[in-house]
């Protein structure tokens, strides 16, 4: 009948070894990868570079060794594989204060590091006892991303490229975060994704479901405390590959944790780079379409923005200093409340401005000059 | 969903290549140190997801982890277990301990009276179990939780022991 219920954790291993028909030219490419490396480091410091070649050179000896080792021999290699240790100790810390600061750059050195270990078995032990704490992590992740995100980006990506248009540039209105807090704060599974982002990034939850609704500030924030998290990581494996000891179980929670954290900042701010360069191509082809219709007016204002009314009524207005082409008069009311006013006067403009002509746009940018009201605040709800 | 694919992996390609390369004897530390790390780590934690007696007796003491040169496999519903009064046997149903089964399952069958008169009698035959649910209850839920840690105790025992054989240290 039934058989028991088992799992084997990793997949496709048979079909990677049958597919690798040279194991030891197998192993010499990731040692190329380290050669790889080397040259990209090498342009900081020539030294560096010097170390990692050396250290390639012998990890493809150490192949030999290990290929005709016995137990009969294990004895005698040992004193071969001091040297090791010392030198993979010292291109660890190098690899290390080498760091980009960036999160792609921890791969980078676990896969220096791990590759290391596959291609030699080597020396380089304190090397991958310090990439281990890493490269918990990124196992982590690596399970993690198995699934349908690259699909969840592209509708991501888009939600963010509505709010930018919405936004009619490049950072989003208070209104529009507000309302993304509000909304993730009602949805179970969301507002659990920001408990979970809070944690990993080492924020609170409200700074934490603000940074996933887009706030500048929280993003600011979360991508500190993850940087700090990142760091201490860093400074753990550095240390513990130093003194040659295994991490401990708390090192490595953290550890994952604070990949986790970088990861999931990583992705966020990628899905809203993706949108605003999605709202970057409905800017262009507004501006494109500005430019070239027949009987189209354009007027440069004070600031040098270009406002340009097409015969149909449309009003295109395209900012001097960003580029950003937008349709939307709210935009265009934003921008004057950016100017620094004091809320005394009350200047009330009423009217339908989604028609407006180019000339009377022209009218309307100058009120920025005297400081804006309550009641225009107001009748647009924008809050501030 | 829970299976880390090799190809995804540098670090576990360098484990199974390096493994691979290894001589009979450090293979065999290799297996024997990592069971012994990683089997009590998720027996554990199979103890912990246990919530009632049926699934800590059917599940939990049931666990198994083979470690081979290329892989871990874990397991549960291997063993006999320590025995259940109604004669149930995890290595043929542990699937209703962690999938749950159709508690409104029926099952008629006839029946007599002293007389000889016959009847229908209709039982429920599996309201003692929990009800189904695909993700599991206990296995499938600790091997989400521990699948990335075990891993990377794989790979660190893999690196401890390569390095203490370079040395000619004994386990």
């Known amino acids: 009948m039934a058989k028991p219920i088992e799992l084997s954790l990793v997949a496709n291993v048979n079909d990677f070894l049958r597919g690798t028909n040279d194991v030891e030219k197998a192993l010499e490419g990731v040692g190329d990868e380290l050669d790889g490396l080397a040259k990209e480091a090498g342009r900081s410091t020539g030294r560096m570079e010097q170390d990692f070649k050396s250290l390639a050179r012998e990890v493809k000896d150490t192949d030999r060794v290990i290929d005709n080792m016995s137990s009969s021999t294990l004895k005698n290699a040992g004193s071969k594989t001091a040297a090791f240790k010392q030198e993979a100790v010292a291109n660890f810390s190098e690899v290390t204060s080498s760091f980009s600061g960036s999160m792609t750059s921890i791969t980078d050195l676990v896969q220096g590091t791990l590759g290391g270990v596959a291609s030699g078995i080597a020396g380089p032990v304190g090397l991958a006892f310090g990439g281990a704490a890493v490269a918990v992590g990124l196992l982590g992740s690596a399970i993690a991303s198995v699934g349908d995100a690259a699909e969840a980006d592209g509708e991501k990506a888009a939600a963010w490229a509505q709010a930018y248009v919405d936004a009619g540039g490049k950072i989003l209105t208070t209104a529009q975060t507000v309302a993304g807090a509000q909304e993730i704060i009602l949805d179970p599974a969301r507002y659990q994704e920001a408990k979970d982002a809070a944690e990993e990034w080492g924020v609170s939850v409200s700074v934490a479901v603000l940074a996933l609704a887009g706030n500048e500030y929280a993003l600011a924030e979360a991508t500190k405390a993850s940087e700090a998290a990142r760091q201490q990581t860093i400074d753990t494996a550095y240390e513990a590959a130093e003194a040659n000891r295994d991490l401990t179980k708390t090192e490595i929670d953290f550890a994952s944790e604070a990949v986790a954290g970088g990861t999931r900042l990583r992705e966020l701010q990628g899905e809203m780079a993706a949108g605003a360069q999605q709202a970057d191509v409905f800017s262009e082809a507004l501006r494109l379409t500005a430019e070239n219709t027949e009987g189209a007016s354009t007027t440069v204002d004070e600031f040098g923005d270009k406002v340009t009314a097409l015969p149909d009524g449309t009003v295109i207005y395209i900012d001097a200093e960003t580029g950003q082409a937008t349709t939307d008069v709210d935009a265009i009311k934003d921008k004057i409340y950016s100017v620094p006013t004091n809320v005394d006067t009350t200047v009330a403009v009423y009217g339908d401005f989604t028609n407006l002509e180019g000339g009377l746009a022209n009218i309307f940018k100058k009120q920025q000059k005297v400081p804006v009201g309550i009641g225009v605040l107001k009748q647009y709800g924008t809050n501030y | ?171």
Do not use: C
Request: proline fraction near 4%; aromatic fraction near 8%; charge should be positive.
């Open chain 2, 1 to 171: 969903m829970f299976r880390l694919d090799v190809n995804s992996s540098r670090g576990i390609q360098a484990v199974v290549l390096s493994l691979s390369q290894a001589n009979r004897e450090v293979r065999k530390l290799v297996r024997q140190q990592s069971q012994a790390v990683i089997g009590p780590e998720f027996q554990k934690a199979m103890n912990e997801g246990a919530s009632d007696l049926m699934e800590s007796k059917g599940l939990a003491l049931t666990t198994k982890t083979t470690l081979s040169d290329r892989n871990v496999t874990l397991g549960t519903g291997t063993k006999k277990g320590p025995g259940f009064s109604g004669g149930f046997d995890p290595r043929i149903n542990a699937r209703v301990l962690e999938f749950g089964a159709k508690r409104d399952a029926v099952k008629t069958y006839r029946s007599h009276r002293k007389g000889g008169k016959t009847f229908n009698v209709t039982r429920h035959t599996q309201r003692q179990f929990k009800p189904n649910k695909r993700a599991g209850y206990v296995f499938y839920p600790a091997i989400a939780q521990m699948a990335p840690r075990i891993l990377s105790l794989w790979t660190q025992t893999v690196v401890r022991t390569f390095h203490d054989a370079m040395e000619g240290k004994a386990p």
